[in-house]
Structure formats: C-alpha cells, structure tokens
DNA sequence: GAAGAGTGTGAGAACGTTTGCAGATTACCA
DNA sequence: TGGTAATCTGCAAACGTTCTCACACTCTTC
C-alpha cells in the first residue's frame, strides 16, 4: 500500500466481478445477487477498501462538506459556535472545513474563494466587513450562505443573530434598577455589525431611560482583550467618573476587569460591570459577573440547520432567525442574590434600589 | 448560473481557445502566447471562474486538505491547538477539516474514516483512547499522521506533547516551597494520556519531596467542569483536610473553584490550588490564579509544521517534540508578588515559608 | 535551403467513481 | 415450446481537471 489507495478496480478484480458490480454491491442499490455481494463486501473489507469521496463529489457535484468562516475560533464564542455547526452537520455525514479570517475582509474574501474552489456544498459566515464581493459573488452562483451572529447589508441569504437590542436593553435596565445613572460603555468597533448594533442599543437605552449621554463615556474598542484593558483605564481618568460600565464583549470583559483590578477599583462600590456574553468563568470570579448570557451553542446549531434546510430546497426564501439573550444576574452590579448556584443562574434579577451619587 | 458551475471548457470556448490551451493559461506552466493568455484571462474574469479543486484533486492525488481530530474545539484548550494549526496549514493553501470525537474512540474512529474517504493529505489527532485502529491502518495505508497533547502506545508518528511531568513537577515543588505538605489531586481519567501522565507525575513528585501519599486525597475526575466542582466537595469532606490541591486540567479548575466558593474556603488560606492550563481569565481571579502554562498555541502549530515537513519528505523518521510549560505564579498558592501585570506572568515563583499545619 | 531548436496549440488519456444501457441468464406463464 | 418479465452482470460514458504527446509554425545557423 506505499502509492495510491486500494480502489474500487482493487476490490473488484478480486471479488472476480466487474467494477459496476462491485459499485453496486457496496452502493446498495441496483441488482446485486446475495452471493456476489457477499463476495464484494467480504473483498473491500480483506483489502480495508475505502471509497474515494473525490470521486464520488466529482460525479454527484456535491461533496459534503460545508465551509465555516469565523474571525477567530479559538475566542471561545465562535469555539462555541463552530461546536454548534458541527454537532447539527457532522450526524448528516457533512464535514466542516473551518478558517479565520481575523476580522479582514480580504482574508475572508480569500478563504471564501477557497472554499468555493474545494466546491463546499455552503458556507457558513460571520463577516467582518460590510458588503462582502465575495459572499455576493457566491450568491450570485446560487452557493448557499447562511450568515451567523452577525449580517451585512443587502445579502438576502438565511441569518440568525443574537437580539443585541433585547441583550443590551435588559443589560442597562438591570443597573438602571439598581440606581445607577451614570453608565459607560466600552464598545465593539463601529465597522461590525455587533459594534455597531450594540453601541446603537446601549444610546438608544441611555435614552429611554432619561440618562444623559456623555460622550467621553461612550469608548468604542476592538473586542480585544487589551483593548478593554485601555479603554477601562481611560473611563477611571474620566472626570466625572461613570458608576457603572456595561461592556460589549467578552474577552474586553476581561480586559476591563483586570484594569480594574490594577487599579484597585472595588466592584461593583466604585464600579458596577455588565459583560455581553457570559462565560463558565463568570461565577467564579470575585464578585461574581453579571452578563448578558448569549446562546452560542444554539446560533451554531441554527446556522447549521438552516444551511441544511436550503440544501434540500435551494428555492426557499430567505429566513431571518432571531435568538433571544438572557440576562445572568450576579453580583458585579451590586445586585445582592440568595445564593451562588453551580450554573450561576438565578432567574430573575433582585432589583434592590441604590442611591444614586 | 442556476445549475453546475463555470467549467474550464466554458472559459476555453469564451476565449477560442482549447481546453489544454485555457489551462495552460490558467495555470501558468507550459507555452502559452502572451496574447492568448491575456485573452483567457479575461474570459476567467469574465466568467468569475473558480478552478475546480475536486477534479484537480482527483488527478494530482491530493487535496490540500488536512484532517484535525480533537475531543472538543470548544474547550479553549483544543480551540488554541486548532488555531496553531490553522495558522501554519492555511498559508500553504491548505483547508482543514474539523471533527470532534468527545473522548468517545467509536466518534474518533468515524471520523477519522470519514477524512480517509475524503482523502485528506494528512491527519491531525488528539486521541481519545489506547490504540486506536483507525489510527493505525492509516499509518498503515500510509497516511501521514501527527499526534498532538496525547500519544497512543506502538503508534510510530510525529507527535507533539507538552512535557506534563516538568510542569506537574513544577506546580508540586511551588506548593511545597510555600510550606504545604498536605497535597490533594483533582486527576484527570486514567484512560487518557495526559490524565495517566500527570496523575503519574504528581504521585512521583510527592515522593519525591517526601510527602505522604493520602489516597483519599488522590482523586479521579472526567476533565470537565461539574467533575472538578464534585471532587473540590469531597476534598472539603476528608479528613484531615489537605491544605493544597493541584487540578489537572482548566475545566476542572472552574469546577473546583466554583465549589470552594460555595463553601466559602478562603483561597490560599485555607486551600492553595494551582491549575494546569492558563487562562486568560486566570488574572482576574480573586486571588488570581496560579497556574502552569501549556503553550496550546505552539502545540497546534509544531503539529501542522511537523505534518507539512512528512508531506515533503514521507520517508523522514518520525519525530516526538516535547514542549515545555511554564509555571506562571499569581496568588492562589499564597505566594506574594510586588505588582499585578496585564500579562498576568512574574517569571519566577517567590518562596516565602509556611509552617506546615 | 535543410536541419534543428524554440514556440505555440490542440487531441486525448488519465484520475475513481456513478449510472444508463444492453446483453445474458433464469423464472414464470400461456 | 415460445414469449415475456424479472433478475443479474458488464460496457462505457460521464464529471473537470492535468499533462503527455504530436503537430504546426517560426527562427536560427551552417
């Protein structure tokens, strides 16, 4: 076995059949008689025959395998995701050939064109910039695309987002509740959907609350780690210093709260934090994170399904689907809580009215 | 564009050309006047052809495209690994196929077959159990393969493995160096390789400093978060008590802090816990956490560029590397330190006596 | 001005399957 | 015994590339 695998020739001449027969037998379809198959089976299993799905894609023009671009899998919201795509996929015999595009459309633009080429049988997205040439090119050769967690505009393809204006509205209700009246956000950049839909709910929140909107409250970031770290040393030399800070994701969650943690700022007295996103860390930090709790695991599951779904009638519209968050009530707010249950979730958030400064 | 995509033949026919002409113009080799490349170049472009990838695959006999088999991408472990692999394989225009097999050797075995159909250049595998036959009858079909954090016993391939028994040392010699000398351990299972190894390495390490051996305090748990949380309760129940643990892998650290705050155990003071496995989050723990650092993304990387090197040269003899890890000190082992870094990392522990109780 | 090298092009055979079709054999019925 | 249907099998044509070969043409060079 030192050059090329066993093929179906192999099989065949040794069974003493012909290839079609021998393709019959191990395809289970056609007439095949019952000895003959057994004499096929029983050569394809003596040589460890393994049919070569190259081929078969050749002929089928299918190749059971999806494509799924996210920016970075190894942020453990797109790991969750990507988990997600496989679980629904892999049953269904399709693999998942995954890339980053680290948040460049060019390189995005790139892998997509490659996936294209290896002729995946869809493509699963999180963009990262607007307008994609690419994704629209795809489209326009009736290439299956379902766009995950986030949308650009003017792609009519399948989609299922998160509710970010629902996430972020609970998210500042929730300090609202709590007295709080002076609330920043760090924020995702305004190039990507998530930024952008993220930082319009939180202005639009502030509104709907009669806050006031500072300016100099209203940070935008990377989504980065250290860029939460900066941006959360920026808001503590902010003068007046907001009460509270709601952060747009996670890894600046993290970011934020060791520069907090630098900075000696006790949380939540001299500032309350609410993440978007919540992670199995949440309720073992000190005190424990409040956050808007994303369904990650279910935004993969649904792109997966929905590509599905296309692929057995390419005619379908388009459909939108929209997950809900929940908001993860702990203690980084200054909410107090009966007790810490091993899931860290408790229902409903305790409002328990605070003075405001 | 309804149906089947734009062909080689529908460019050649664009252009007035034959097909070989097209292809030479394509792909670059061969003669091919500049005129009529130029010619052809432009029906491509026109046409928005993309190269068929399968049929090229079917010819040259490779798909440019490596297998990855983890237990579970979405453990920021493997998805760092993952990464690694990505970012060495992708440049080189290879694609990767992601599977996850849950530690359950059946899914691995699967999958594993599944990539042979699918005729990738290579596999990547972290294997869930022993000798694994899937394995082995693509080794011996000649299938390049590359073991990464686990090996599997008379599998003569490349592997990467980080050097568990440095850095279980390591962690063992920081707590006895602090003054503990009653050490539990939250294990992982026996029948992975990275459980057995550090379960291994912590038994030596005790013997090596001299320290009893109290079986009750040697525990076995799954490697993920719930079985950490279990096993920290029925810590907390033995007596004596031990005054330290070491937990052998990220999930069940959460799990194991997570329990010990239920309880209320002030960390050092009453219980000192090292981890295996640094996490980004790991800074912002109260204390923050010390931990050895696995160089996950390294992992991921040295395998992809040990599979690409077998790629080259089949004939190479395999080669094992052994990583080295890093004992990052922070506060939960009772260790004082000048300053909190954004990096998290101090370099060398800092011994400070403790009477043992 | 013929041999040879250097360019440019196209025909056609692979690669390993699937599958339509036709031929061969058997079974069944009139 | 002949005819038809049912069952079994093999031939050969796809699929979309790559690549060897053969052929044609243009220059050199002696």
Same mark, same amino acid.
Request: glycine share 8%; charged share 20%; with cysteine.
């Given at each position: ?60 023009? $299918? ?5 799924? +671009? !996210?920016? =970075?899998?190894?942020?453990?919201? &797109? %790991? @969750? /995701?990507?988990?997600? *795509? ?66 650009? $505009? ?5 989609? +299922? !987002?998160? =509710?970010?204006?629902?996430?972020? &509205? %609970? @998210? /500042?209700?929730?300090? *609202? ?82 520069? &907090? ?97």
């Amino acid at each position: 076995m030192r050059q090329g695998a066993v093929t179906l020739r192999d099989v065949a001449r040794r069974a003493r059949v012909s290839v079609s027969t021998a393709a019959r037998a191990l395809g289970g379809y056609g007439y095949v008689s019952p000895t003959t198959r057994e004499r096929v089976l029983r050569a394809a299993r003596a040589l460890d025959y393994h049919p070569n799905a190259v081929a078969r894609s050749m002929i089928k023009g $299918r190749t059971h395998t999806l494509g799924v +671009v !996210v920016s =970075d899998s190894s942020n453990p919201f &797109f %790991a @969750a /995701v990507v988990r997600g *795509v496989e679980d629904v996929a892999l049953p269904y015999g399709y693999g998942i050939l995954l890339c980053n595009a680290d948040e460049d459309p060019r390189k995005e633009a790139m892998y997509v064109s490659m996936l294209r080429q290896k002729r995946v049988d869809g493509i699963i997205v999180s963009p990262s910039g607007e307008s994609s040439g690419a994704l629209a090119s795809l489209l326009a050769a009736g290439i299956p695309v379902v766009q995950v967690d986030r949308r650009v $505009r003017g792609l009519p393809t399948d989609a +299922v !987002v998160v =509710d970010n204006r629902a996430g972020v &509205f %609970a @998210a /500042v209700e929730h300090l *609202v509740r709590l007295g709080h009246r002076h609330i920043a956000l760090i924020g995702g950049p305004g190039r990507l959907y998530t930024g952008r839909e993220r930082t319009r709910a939180f202005r639009d929140s502030l509104r709907r609350f009669g806050l006031p909107l500072v300016e100099s409250w209203l940070l935008e970031g990377t989504f980065k780690v250290d860029s939460g770290y900066r941006l959360a040393a920026r808001l503590l030399e902010s003068s007046p210093r907001p009460t509270a800070v709601f952060v747009a994701n996670n890894l600046m969650t993290i970011g934020a709260l060791l520069g &907090f943690k630098q900075a000696g700022v006790r949380i939540p007295e001299e500032m309350a934090v609410v993440g978007f996103d919540d992670m199995d860390w949440a309720p073992i930090l000190t005190p424990p994170l409040t956050a808007v709790a994303q369904p990650t695991f279910e935004l993969g599951k649904t792109a997966a399904t929905l590509l599905l779904a296309r692929l057995q009638d390419p005619a379908r519209p388009p459909r939108l689907v929209v997950l809900p968050p929940r908001l993860v009530v702990r203690e980084s707010c200054g909410a107090r809580l009966a007790s810490v249950s091993p899931t860290g979730s408790t229902g409903e958030p305790v409002p328990s009215p605070r003075p405001s400064p």
